[in-house]
């Protein structure tokens, strides 16, 4: 029981930094009708600057300050994704204003390409450290109630609460700010929307922004988890199942998915894992994805497609 | 006019698509020994592969400063292939017709694929502490050189290791030893080794399989948890090593009852993990970090210090990079025995050097000429052992670096032989090779 | 001038739905398979036929059925990768398992193995569409790597779970060489080029575009949507199967699952959409392009840099090799969003007025 119950946390908390990356995806397809396949790479890109960045502010700074260093990190990378936000728009999403939506996904897969090449051109290609003083080692809870107690780590932990803020903060920014309404006009319809005022070229600069910003805090926690290096670009292709299963257009249901997506993966491995030769994990998401989409097409919170002929 | 640049533009791009394509068969060098290098730089598994492509690329560096082998010079070419195994044959391709000496391409995979592809182009594969265990037997795969060791080797040490703390072998019996392996053909390669030794000894194997890249291991190491197997074997590359020694800390296991293969057991595996590591122990390839052997001082001296060093100076004499040092080593030796026999002061061809390699005998007089005393023993191969020499030991990371923490290992040719000998024979079956008898051998 | 088709009448029912009707066309096509067949033997040399020749050639076949789904049936999928391994392993097992099976039949049986899976993996296409069908093809395409890495049957419980073929024959012809391998894959891929664009002439390929463009509609007018669009994943999965067979066979003669990963499936709709969807010749010139693109780079660049004096790092190449190839894939879908072969339209347009364009 002690051991179900722990896999169930690790799942739900797994779970929450799945949501942190599909997020991203949400964002991005919510106003821009992209499905951006380089949400990964810009994980990777922010965290690469993130641990850059620094790196060399503390260098900077003669070590005397971690906590300054990573806030001087911390600013550089977010500048550094709004810049890179600023670019996509100019130079690719201003060029494929109404194409389909395969011509924009493979438009993105080139920019993935691009930001993996750049990011490892400028920072370089090993492996670095993000060190935001995230403790490391599990602590044993509940030990009367179950044998050998539940362990939890306290790392997760953190990670899963601050995705469950960086939640808070977007529903607020989205449902409360000017920008944030604008942001939903866009997203509801893009002419409407521009005849009543609302640039869409800066909405989607400022949305690319946000998913950028996520992005940055995604690779904050990855990156401090697992290490900086090229294989962070893979933790979109863990995200996709849960953008898809909570639904395109929702950003709830990026959480309920990855949520959904964490458990269901931990107790498929650990349960059913071992009597069928065990690394079942990553196709039992998407298996548990496709069977939601099976009875809601559109994910469990997206929007109803309707066709019209 | 648009249409018009366009058209320009893919005129000149095919026109030099097709020069470049074209060229790598135009231009072959004479009087160099040239030796194809098969490296990845970037990619997954990048920050593993840069270290060992440095420490190669500088030893052949080192061999041209020190005059070359009997004064043949060195030429080299690198190809990334970033770990795929179809870019990486490619580079064989494009390589080979450069009149290529050896290929080492550092990942099984490509051993694999290239094992077919060798003995038609007749150029000999060595690949030092990975590849097909059962290519040890030489006289069915004739180019395939394992040598230093292979993963059953590292995996025979590993329990010969574990036995011996438990105070003996017949200690094992009961015991539960957990695998968390690459799933993939290098992390399967000692799987059956490790059967056949859980049979003799009664421990009982759990096989935990990690997808690649190895970044999502949460639920493996739940099921560690719950099981909690008296020592983990770690059996990873890459991301992989590091990620599982985090989640090792983040869910208790100590470190101390895991023992990794010599991919796992390098700087870039545990440096970020920095003190969570402590303790953890890796099987060798002989040696580990060396930074006071000669050859190391050699090479500052003679290629750092000339500004031709390949990486930065701090990583000279680090694991990986000493790992590719030794690799080019081999090959070099290969290419050194060969002259002995075909004439000193010539270019060797593969098949030369496959003599070369097939006949190397390195003691330890050679070894410490080549300024490799104490890191290496004697490595001697023949027709029936492409592998030259079974031993390796220990070394534990104690925060900051890696010391040795064992004797000597050898592994059991009682256990080791018949299984090369089973697995050989099964494989030149399939591939209807008649294994060379011990005349042909001699020739 | 070059393509003035004026003076070409034709006067029966055969002549106007010949498959093509202009007869510089015809002679441009036949010119090219007979260059193909007779001239590319002579001329190229063993790295242009292992590393460029037999890659671009198989790539082009499983493009070809990736675009028979995706470009003409509308259905986007990310696990072409899954349905090469599937007829790679399914014709091992084939060639293994049952004695004296003939290379060319094990082949085929792979793509007809393929086909059938394609029909169940193709089963979520009847419910859910577009991008979400395309994130839920990739439940197939991890599902396949799990299944030949775990399941040894289908390894033929190899302990390293790596399998290899070797000794190709066919017909009492030995294909051992660069030049046989290439003939064979080159013989495949013009029969199954034919094939397909016969199928998108024919009724079946006229009930696929009518789904792409419009599946409410085409029910409307009595097409049965399970029925197009389960024959759509058959018919691609089958190609898309003989492909992969071809590539663990003749290409890479051993093989283990990584050769056929979620990469494969990116680099196959890549081909598909940058040749142009929809089109056959687009397939050919999108598989052109990812295969040789990313290595005349990686042997370009070098050169390059040695012009101007610099020695640039392997690494160096590698990651610039990413941006440009990055780079080019946004230019080339700003500037044509159709894809290479709307491009190719376009230039036979311009030489039916050349060189007097007004």
């Known amino acids: ?309 | 006019m648009k249409f018009r640049s366009l058209a320009l533009a893919a005129a000149i791009a095919s026109v030099g698509l097709s020069a470049a394509v074209v060229s790598p068969s135009a231009h072959a060098q004479a009087k160099e020994q040239f030796f194809p290098v098969l490296v990845y730089r970037t990619g997954a598994y990048g920050p593993n592969g840069t270290p060992w492509a440095n420490g190669y690329v500088d030893y052949l560096k080192l061999v041209n400063a020190k005059g070359g082998i009997n004064g043949v010079k060195i030429s080299f070419e690198e190809c990334e292939f970033a770990y795929a195994t179809d870019r990486g044959v490619e580079c064989y391709e494009r390589l080979k017709g450069k009149g290529a000496t050896v290929f080492q391409p550092l990942s099984t995979g490509v051993t694999f694929a290239l094992t077919e592809k060798a003995p038609v182009d007749k150029i000999p594969l060595v690949t030092a502490g990975y590849g097909r265990s059962e290519s040890q037997n030489g006289a069915v795969f004739d180019w395939n050189f394992p040598l230093l060791g292979t993963y059953w080797v590292g995996a025979d040490v590993a329990i010969q290791h574990l036995g011996k703390q438990y105070g003996g072998l017949d200690k094992l019996k009961g015991k539960k030893i957990a695998l968390v392996y690459h799933d993939s053909p290098y992390g399967k390669e000692p799987i059956p080794l490790l059967q056949e030794r859980a049979k003799m000894h009664g421990f009982t194997l759990q096989l935990l399989p990690v997808a690649h890249p190895g970044v999502e291991q949460k639920a493996t190491w739940l099921q560690i948890r719950r099981e909690r197997p008296d020592n983990v074997l770690l059996w990873g590359w890459g991301v992989m090593n590091s990620t599982s020694l985090k989640e090792a800390q983040a869910t208790g296991y100590p470190r101390e009852k895991m023992l990794g293969i010599w991919w796992a057991g390098a700087e870039p595996d545990v440096k970020d993990v920095g003190m969570g590591a402590k303790g953890y122990s890796a099987i060798t390839l002989q040696h580990g970090a060396e930074p006071n052997s000669k050859v190391v001082k050699d090479m500052l001296a003679m290629v750092h210090a000339k500004g031709q060093g390949t990486g930065p100076k701090d990583e000279v004499g680090s694991v990986l990079y000493m790992r590719g040092l030794i690799s080019a080593m081999v090959a070099v030796e290969g290419v050194r025995k060969a002259q002995e026999r075909y004439g000193k002061g010539k270019v060797m061809t593969g098949e030369q050097t496959r003599w070369g390699l097939e006949n190397l005998n390195l003691d330890d007089k050679a070894l410490a000429d080549l300024g490799f005393a104490g890191v290496l023993r004697p490595i001697q191969t023949s027709c029936t052992d492409h592998m030259g020499s079974p031993w390796a030991r220990i070394h534990t990371w104690d925060g900051a670096k890696w010391n040795f923490s064992s004797d000597w290992y050898q592994a059991d040719q009682k256990v080791l032989r018949p299984m090369v000998m089973s697995a050989s024979t099964r494989y030149a079956e399939e591939k209807k090779i008649t294994p060379r008898t011990p005349e042909q051998c001699k020739q | 001038m070059i393509y003035r088709e004026n003076g070409q009448f034709k006067t029966t029912y055969a002549a106007d739905q010949q498959i093509f009707t202009i007869a510089q066309d015809k002679w441009f096509v036949l010119g090219l398979i007979a260059f193909a067949f007779i001239g590319v033997p002579m001329l190229a040399d063993e790295y242009m036929f292992r590393a460029i020749l037999i890659p671009f050639l198989i790539l082009s076949l499983a493009a070809l059925g990736v675009n028979l789904l995706v470009g003409y049936c509308g259905q986007i999928t990310l696990g072409a990768g899954a349905f090469m391994a599937i007829g790679a392993y399914a014709a091992y097992n084939f060639m293994i398992r049952v004695d004296g099976v003939p290379l060319v039949a094990a082949l085929l049986l792979g793509g007809a193995t393929t086909a059938a899976l394609g029909i169940i993996f193709g089963i979520p296409s009847l419910r859910v569409r577009g991008l979400y069908l395309a994130v839920a093809t990739l439940a197939a395409q991890f599902f396949c790597d799990w299944a030949f890495l775990r399941l040894g049957w289908f390894t033929n419980y190899s302990p390293s779970g790596s399998v290899s073929i070797s000794n190709l024959s066919a017909f009492g012809w030995a294909i051992d060489s660069p030049v046989e391998k290439y003939l064979f894959c080159l013989l495949f891929l013009v029969a199954f080029a034919f094939f397909a664009k016969n199928l998108t002439r024919a009724s079946i390929g006229r009930q696929w575009m009518a789904i792409r463009d419009m599946d409410v509609a085409a029910e409307v007018i009595g097409i049965r949507p399970m029925w197009a669009k389960l024959s759509a994943f058959a018919v691609s999965s089958f190609f898309i199967g003989v492909a992969g067979a071809l590539w663990g066979f003749v290409h890479l003669g051993s093989w283990e699952p990584a050769a056929f990963s979620v990469d494969r499936s990116f680099q196959l709709l890549f081909m598909v959409i940058i040749g142009g969807l929809g089109s056959i010749m687009g397939s050919f010139f999108g598989a052109a392009f990812i295969v040789i693109m990313p290595i005349f780079l990686n042997q370009a660049l070098p050169a390059l840099g040695s012009l101007f004096g610099i020695a640039i790092s392997t690494a160096g190449v590698a990651h610039a090799e990413f941006i440009i190839f990055g780079s080019l894939i946004v230019f080339f879908l700003i500037v044509e969003p159709h894809g290479l072969a709307r491009l190719w339209a376009i230039a036979k347009e311009k030489l039916r007025l050349w060189p007097f364009p007004h």
């Open chain 1, 1 to 309: 029981m002690g051991f179900f119950v722990e896999t169930l946390i690790g799942g739900l908390m797994a779970g929450m930094l799945y949501s942190l990356v599909a997020l991203g995806f949400v964002l991005i397809f919510k106003a821009s009708g992209v499905f951006n396949f380089a949400q990964g790479a810009m994980v990777l890109f922010a965290a690469l600057a993130m641990a850059r960045f620094s790196e060399w502010a503390n260098i900077a700074l003669g070590g005397d300050s971690l906590f300054l260093a990573n806030l001087i990190a911390f600013l550089g990378a977010g500048v550094v994704m709004f810049i890179v936000a600023w670019i996509i728009e100019r130079l690719v999403l201003r060029n494929l204003v109404n194409q389909e939506g395969a011509t924009l996904l493979m438009a993105t897969l080139g920019i993935a390409y691009v930001l993996e090449g750049v990011g490892q051109t400028i920072f370089g290609g090993q492996i670095y450290t993000i060190d935001v003083g995230m403790p490391k080692d599990p602590v044993i809870m509940f030990e009367s109630l179950f044998e050998g107690g539940i362990m939890i780590n306290k790392e997760d932990f953190i990670a899963a609460l601050i995705a469950a803020v960086l939640v808070g903060v977007l529903t607020l920014f989205f449902q409360k700010t000017p920008t944030g309404r604008a942001l939903r006009a866009v997203a509801d319809d893009h002419q409407a929307a521009q005849s009543i005022g609302i640039p869409l070229n800066r909405t989607w600069v400022i949305v690319w922004c946000v998913a950028g910003i996520v992005a940055l805090v995604a690779g904050i926690i990855w990156g401090s988890k697992l290490g900086v290096q090229f294989s962070l670009a893979t933790v979109a292709l863990r995200a996709l199942p849960v953008v898809i299963l909570g639904g395109l257009t929702s950003v709830p249901g990026a959480i309920i998915g990855g949520l959904i997506i964490g458990v269901g993966e931990k107790l498929s491995e650990v349960y059913l894992g071992p009597y069928v030769g065990g690394g079942i994990e990553i196709w039992f998401a998407y298996a548990l994805a496709l069977v939601f989409l099976l009875f809601r097409p559109q994910g469990l919170f997206g929007e109803k497609i309707i066709n019209r002929v």
